[in-house]
């Protein structure tokens, strides 16, 4: 790209030494300034919707501030600022209980659906005829882009009783197996980890996929002239090649996990039972917007928000570790060469 | 000349008609000033849709009122109606207050009252209630439901019971009689049928496969005013009276506690807490798979109209379903229920307290108030209502109105919310095992203490 600069260096009628010296400072000062007018729109908007709401947050995770004292409580005076809700949060009686859940919520969904799952369809789909491939990955994109109300209605019409329940009418009927149960009643935990599972995997699955058609074909077909299995193709050729995105998708998919709630908030709301299905996220959402006598605590809710997002930044600073990032998004060594 | 006198004549008088309509059309518009009036209600649609709609009437006949009183002014309505949950409501309305655009008429529960007068959001109504007899028309006992610190905040809109609904036709599976059935409400009344009792008929139909396991005796499935009875029924208080704090009774709260953990532990009962509202809870009840439950006399509309219109809506349910008080829970005891009324309060922000009062009192007459009610099963707030020609055709209003004697309230507390929070939480953990009764107990105690401190009374 030309610059003005650089047009009376070409031989182009040429400027007094002044106006020279001038150009370059201008041209210079645009030089730098440019890519700030670039990230200015962007800087804008983070600043906006996520610093400022942020730093609130973060001080309000200080204050008592609630429905009762809402414009009477000067929430942002460091003299009403005091550690109490997190003490509040960590000798909660049903602390052990919710971090258990989430713990659970996240490993599972992680392990069968988010990664495993994702990993099996996208091996599958890469290994049977292309086009038949392509369709039943755009079946599994279903519920990701399904509006989530819509969604979370149609499990709870599958899980509901017998007779209108279709999972009771249509198969455990049947086979013989319950009595008709509201199946979300009985076990909440099977389908909180279905449902999100099922639009979780879908994530993981097209960037497997892609990963593994990029690998180059002479390697599978060297593999298989050694007298390789499929299963052995796969366990030495594809999986190691797939490795940064597979390590990709692990902790992304986990920090995913640890602050969504929206599903299970529509399908359970955390019960049936006491907290049975509660996570951290979901108890930080009921704490500051909801109560049945409307005493929304966004002081100590934010405190759970708080206490998530440290918990999240020390998880994506032990991945980072542990996978050693900075080694996979490297150059590769041959290129340099 | 003559030709150019007539034109400027006649010139004369377009002017002179035209100044004269435009003076009148401005004058008109100085002398009168629309005022719009955002009224903001729950309802749950179409049943409770009286409770906003009525505002819409109650304009007319105010404009009417106000031209031949000489009043410029004239009212609107801005109607904000929908079936939000009562925690979003009432932040609704707190944080509207705070960005300055509170509704003029906020239509709530009555426990609200405390923290919204405390904050200064709604005004007291003491004074202006004496230029609108109608409001003298009002049952004397609802008044204690909307006045807080000795003042009148808000105005009784409509009342309730909250009745233990029993199923006919499973108790005759049970082997009871039409006669046993028939007198069940009043020997509930008597102190004859106690909540143990209920629980031992519950624990039967169990045993028995007429109701699956956990669906022998249901409350509601989430945290709400129906609790506060049967701590009330165990001796427990609230509030105290002395000092107008919170209040929670431990020996009271034991026993609260002991019967919903026996409820689940050894009777069959309580399969109900956090199920979902419509996929479960109503059409297990409504469903005939359930034995005693307790509701509330507006839910009889809506079973009618939403899950048993197919059966024959009300006729299906005066032959299947019956009702009678909270039982006592002890032999001879006193059997309860518990009114929770909602109230028009005004907000401070409103400019125009006396019209939006005056729109109040519209609504809280006879007609407008029996057309809520009858439309949703609530009880009528207002004297002689039972008398009321239109009133009387509802059969449920007639034969649930004598609950009413024995109903109790919640607290106006602005602390009631934690307080309420901190009691569910421990049922919820007792009926789920989580908590024996003492530790229940404990929990409450710690937790109450720690999030109110001295607020609240321990006794």
């Known amino acids: 790209m030309k610059r003005k600069g650089e047009i009376g260096e070409r031989g182009l009628p040429s400027l007094p030494i002044s106006l020279k010296a001038k150009n370059w400072v201008f041209s210079r000062l645009e030089g730098r300034l440019a890519p700030y007018a670039f990230l200015t729109p962007a800087l804008i908007v983070i600043t906006l919707f996520f610093f400022i709401p942020l730093v609130m947050v973060f001080v309000l995770s200080f204050t008592k501030l609630d429905m009762t004292n809402f414009g009477i409580l000067e929430w942002w005076r460091p003299a009403n600022w005091s550690l109490d809700n997190y003490v509040k949060i960590f000798t909660n009686r049903f602390f052990p209980k919710i971090l258990a859940n989430t713990l659970i919520y996240v490993a599972l969904t992680l392990a069968f659906f988010n990664v495993g799952m994702a990993l099996v369809i996208a091996l599958i789909t890469t290994h049977i005829n292309r086009r038949a491939g392509f369709a039943f990955r755009a079946l599994w994109l279903l519920p990701r882009i399904t509006p989530v109300v819509v969604y979370i209605m149609m499990w709870k019409a599958l899980s509901g009783p017998a007779p209108m329940g279709i999972i009771n009418k249509y198969l455990l009927g049947p086979l013989g197996i319950g009595r008709g149960e509201y199946l979300l009643n009985t076990h909440p935990w099977v389908f909180v980890i279905l449902v999100n599972g099922f639009i979780g995997a879908s994530f993981g699955m097209i960037l497997f996929s892609s990963a593994i058609e990029a690998i180059p074909k002479d390697y599978t077909t060297a593999s298989k002239v050694d007298g390789a299995t499929t299963l052995q193709t796969i366990r030495y050729v594809v999986l190691p090649m797939i490795k940064w995105p597979l390590l990709f998708v692990t902790t992304y998919q986990t920090l995913s996990l640890l602050t969504s709630f929206e599903q299970i908030m529509l399908l359970t709301d955390g019960g049936p039972g006491l907290y049975q299905t509660e996570v951290w996220a979901l108890t930080a959402y009921h704490r500051a917007l909801t109560s049945y006598f409307g005493n929304t605590q966004w002081g100590y809710g934010s405190a759970w928000a708080v206490a998530l997002v440290v918990i999240g930044v020390i998880m994506a600073i032990v991945y980072l570790r542990v996978f050693k990032f900075g080694e996979l998004v490297q150059e590769p060594k041959i290129d340099r060469l | ?459």
């Open chain 2, 1 to 459: 000349m003559k030709k150019l006198a007539m034109k400027s004549g006649i010139m004369v008088v377009v002017l002179a008609v035209s100044l004269f309509l435009v003076g009148g059309v401005v004058s008109y518009g100085q002398e009168t000033e629309t005022i719009t009036f955002t009224v903001r209600t729950r309802a749950k649609p179409p049943m409770e849709n009286w409770r906003g709609d009525n505002f819409l009437l109650a304009a007319e006949e105010l404009n009417a009122d106000l031209k031949t009183a000489g009043d410029p002014r004239r009212v609107e309505i801005e109607l904000i109606q929908d079936n939000m949950d009562w925690g979003p409501y009432v932040s609704e309305f707190v944080l509207g207050y705070g960005a300055g655009e509170a509704p003029d008429i906020w239509l709530t529960g009555h426990e609200h009252i405390g923290a919204q007068a405390e904050a200064g959001r709604i005004i007291v109504l003491d004074e202006m209630l004496k230029e609108f007899p109608i409001f003298n028309l009002i049952i004397d006992g609802l008044w204690d439901s909307t006045t807080y610190k000795g003042k009148v905040w808000g105005i009784p809109q409509d009342a309730e019971a909250r009745p233990l609904y029993f199923n006919k036709a499973l108790l005759k599976k049970l082997g009871w009689s039409n006669t046993e059935i028939a007198v069940l409400p009043g020997k509930i009344e008597k102190g004859e049928f106690t909540l143990y009792d209920m629980l031992k008929t519950a624990k039967e139909a169990v045993d028995r496969g007429i109701v699956e396991p956990g669906n022998g005796f249901w409350t509601r499935p989430k945290n709400g005013p129906d609790f506060t009875a049967f701590y009330y029924a165990f001796g427990g208080e609230t509030i105290d009276p002395a000092t107008g704090k919170l209040v929670f009774d431990t020996a009271a709260g034991l026993r609260y506690y002991k019967f919903f953990y026996d409820a689940v532990q050894t009777y069959g009962s309580m399969g109900c807490l956090g199920l979902d509202w419509s996929g479960a809870w109503h059409p297990g009840v409504s469903g005939s798979k359930v034995l005693f439950w307790i509701g509330g006399t507006w839910q009889w509309a809506e079973w009618a109209e939403k899950f048993l219109k197919n059966l024959g809506g009300e006729a299906y349910m005066w032959k299947n379903f019956g009702f009678g008080l909270i039982p006592a829970a002890e032999k001879g005891g006193k059997p309860n229920s518990l009114t929770h009324p909602l109230a028009y309060l005004i907000s401070s922000q409103s400019k125009y307290p006396d019209l939006a009062l005056a729109l109040v009192a519209k609504v809280s007459n006879y007609g407008p108030n029996t057309r809520h009610a009858i439309a949703s099963t609530h009880l009528g707030i207002l004297k002689g209502q039972t008398e009321y020609k239109f009133y009387k055709v509802s059969r449920l209003l007639s034969e649930a109105l004598y609950m009413l004697d024995y109903t109790t309230f919640l607290p106006n507390n602005p602390y009631w919310g934690p307080y309420s929070t901190i009691t569910y939480e421990a049922l919820a953990a007792a009926v789920a095992g989580d908590f024996t009764p003492e530790e229940a107990v404990d929990f409450v105690v710690d937790g109450l203490q720690r999030e109110l401190g001295d607020k609240v009374i321990i006794r």
